[in-house]
């Protein structure tokens, strides 16, 4: 079965760093785009970063662009999400998924995912 298991989630202060790992398996990662998605109280699951199989291209949202980087290890079937000058309002639950997309058109939009790690909880403090 496809699995992804997130892990690097915690605690900070506001201003920290914190580095998300999102291990794969079940199926050829490299070939697969992959994308980190939060989702915080009363609010709508929404895309952080993705990136194309090979790892060279990368999208992020504006809200974290410049503080966040998504990378990716394909021998190690591994997805990255460097995470620093957090904020308060990053505080979500961070998941990561598996894209069927090449282009990435639909990088932030959920649906177009297809499997889901359970998450991994990033609280920062003020």
């Known amino acids: 079965q496809v699995q992804l298991v997130e892990s690097g989630g915690g605690s900070v202060q506001a201003g920290g760093s914190l580095r998300l790992s999102c291990a794969a398996s079940g199926y050829t990662y490299s070939w697969y785009c992959m994308g980190w998605f939060r989702q915080a109280p009363g609010k709508e699951r929404e895309g952080v970063a993705a990136?194309?199989?090979?790892?060279?291209?990368?999208i992020y949202a504006d809200s974290v662009k410049g503080r966040f980087t998504i990378s990716r290890d394909n021998a190690k079937n591994t997805l990255y999400l460097q995470m620093n000058s957090l904020k308060p309002e990053d505080t979500a639950m961070y998941y990561c998924a598996r894209s069927l997309s090449s282009s990435l058109s639909l990088w932030n939009v959920a649906p177009a995912y297809d499997y889901w790690g359970q998450g991994t909880q990033v609280t920062v403090s003020s």
């Open positions: 990136i194309f199989s090979g790892g060279g291209n990368t």
